[in-house]
């Protein structure tokens, strides 16, 4: 969901530099903003077109200097407020963006890119309720904008509204037949059937040869799933490597350094380091669920919220971002009790009752293990586990929206999941038994009721029948499994690599270097 400013049809300028902006040409929009703003500083357009490029650009706090003027100038433009609110929300200031979310949707018009920007502010914040009805409203006043029609089906799909979301799909399709999000997000709303897919109009649209990379990765990916569904597994396995291939070569991204970090976390988060930290913030005892992707985090994320006990905040990269924020200030994350303090605070400011007992499902937290129980010694850490093959086969079909950037690559995925099993080793060793969980995915689908009293009782918990049903949930999960989650415990997606032994001969083989054979069979 992208939040974009409005055209002022009297400006000429400003239309060639969305345009320019619209086809990834920062440095041009950037010239021309400088230049109207040279004649006019005062040009709140430019200001909020130049919060765009910042933010594109990774500069959040120079994304944030140019909203604070956008808004400045233009206070009752609710364009210029949304703005400033995904800025903050970029920087990790949750409440700030919440504020300004606030501010603008109080003074919302009834233009239909202002309610599907303001949608989509309140998405990013994980008030899916609230964004849905901007999104419907944005929808209601132009149903032929595809993107206004996608933003409400993704919402949906987060809600559980399946039907709808695959109604509106549909609708965005009809109107932008190359519309690949659309077409990813539909064929995971239900499993595909042979009398009703969509894989012949998809065949035909990558077989026309004019779709962007992008959207061809997409549709391709979609083919995978749907023609797995159908159980057609060469096919399946042929769209999903192309996609594979195509991202990786669309997507940069340093192999090794993702590598190294999560050694050099393994050589200095030691035993020794921990007990030399200082004292942490011992207030709050939080849980965190954290896992390679794909891999049954949502799952137990949903068994444990289910208790009547514990609310979610669901993804918040709360505990990441806090840390930069603490490296930048040159802190250092020297005094985990103020880390501590402040993601608390930070998820408590909106997402759950400041009083409530929560939950965390942040997958890289793995990374931060060790400095999430100096910062806060009474968490609880869940690692998720599931077989190497399976695993990895899982995470080669899924596309991640700017993450997990290994996963395109079949040695590259290999080569990630062999570091993320020495990271859980690590933990496995470091931490304290009482602060750390590892659980297997095979072992909830084998039996679901003594991994689910395993879970309550490590987190602390009174056993609720609840959590046996948390399927019934209607809590919104934006995960990549939210369509799943929302069935009982199934055992398909057990042993599913299988499918494809040969073509997987790569991963396996770079697997096996370090697994033994046992354990990949």
């Known amino acids: 969901m992208r939040i974009t400013a409005p055209l002022r049809a009297n400006l000429t300028p400003i239309h060639e530099a969305r345009d320019a902006f619209a086809r ?33 650009r990774g500069r959040p706090e120079a994304a944030l200097i140019c909203a604070d003027r956008a808004v400045a100038l233009r206070p009752k433009d609710p364009i210029a407020l949304i703005l400033r609110a995904k800025c903050r929300f970029v920087s990790g200031e949750a409440r700030g963006a919440l504020e300004a979310a606030e501010a603008a949707s109080a003074i919302t018009d009834n233009a239909p890119e202002t309610q599907d920007a303001c949608g989509a502010m309140f998405g990013l914040l994980g ?10 409203r944005a929808v209601a006043a132009r149903p032929d904008v595809p993107q206004y029609l996608f933003n409400l089906a ?16 549909d609708a965005a399709i009809a109107l932008d037949r190359h519309y690949g999000l659309a077409h990813y997000l539909r064929s995971d709303l239900r499993i595909q059937s042979a009398e009703r897919n969509h894989i012949a109009e998809m065949e035909r649209l990558v077989g026309e040869g004019r779709l962007a990379g992008p959207s061809e990765v997409m549709l391709r990916f979609a083919l995978g799933k749907e023609y797995e569904d159908l159980e057609r597994h ?15 070569r669309l997507v940069a991204h340093d192999h090794a ?43 137990v994320e949903r068994i444990i919220a ?46 759950v009752p400041r009083e409530s007992r929560f939950l965390d499902k942040t997958l890289q937290n793995y990374l931060y293990c060790g400095l999430i129980h100096t910062a806060l010694p009474a968490a609880k850490i869940i690692l998720v586990q599931r077989h190497p093959m399976d695993s990895c086969w899982a995470i080669y079909k899924a596309h991640f929206q700017g993450k997990f950037a290994f996963s395109y690559h079949q040695i590259e995925l290999a080569e990630y999941y ?18 750390l969980l590892e659980i297997n995915y095979e072992d909830i689908i084998r039996d679901q009721a003594a991994a689910s009293r395993r879970l309550i009782d490590f987190v602390g918990l009174s056993w609720d029948e609840e959590v046996l049903r948390f399927h019934e949930s209607p809590a919104p999960s934006s995960t990549a499994s939210a369509v799943q989650v929302r069935r009982p415990i199934y055992s398909s997606s057990v042993g599913k690599w299988r ?11 770079r697997l096996a270097r370090e697994i033994p054979e046992a354990e990949l069979a």
Not at 499 to 509: I, K
């Open 154 to 169: 993704a919402t949906e799909r987060m809600t559980g509204a399946l039907e709808e979301a695959e109604a509106h799909c």
């Open 306 to 351: 289910s208790h009547p006990a514990m609310r979610s905040a669901g993804e918040t990269s709360a505990f990441a971002t806090e840390l930069r924020r603490a490296i930048k200030d040159n802190s250092g994350g020297g005094d985990p009790a103020a880390l501590g303090r402040r993601y608390v605070d930070s998820v408590t400011a909106f997402r």
């Open 418 to 435: 062999l570091a993320y099993r020495r990271l859980s080793r690590h933990w496995r060793a470091t931490l304290p038994p009482e602060a």
């Open 499 to 509: 499918h494809h032994a040969d073509r997987l001969a790569p991963l396996r083989a």
């Open 234 to 248: 060469d096919r399946a396995f042929d769209h999903v490597d192309a996609a594979c291939h195509l991202q990786h």
């Open 257 to 299: 350094a993702e590598i190294a970090e999560i050694d050099r976390i393994i050589q200095t988060h030691t035993r020794g380091w921990i007990a030399a930290a200082p004292q942490g913030h011992a207030a709050a005892a939080p849980v965190l669920v954290a896992g390679l992707p794909r891999t049954g985090t949502t799952l």
């Open 127 to 136: 008030l899916h309720q609230r964004a849905k009805q901007f999104f419907l």
């Open 24 to 56: 990834g040409d920062l440095a041009t929009t950037e010239r021309i903003c400088a230049e109207v703003l040279a004649r006019t500083p005062d040009d709140g357009t430019a200001w909020a077109l130049l919060t765009e490029t910042a933010l594109r």
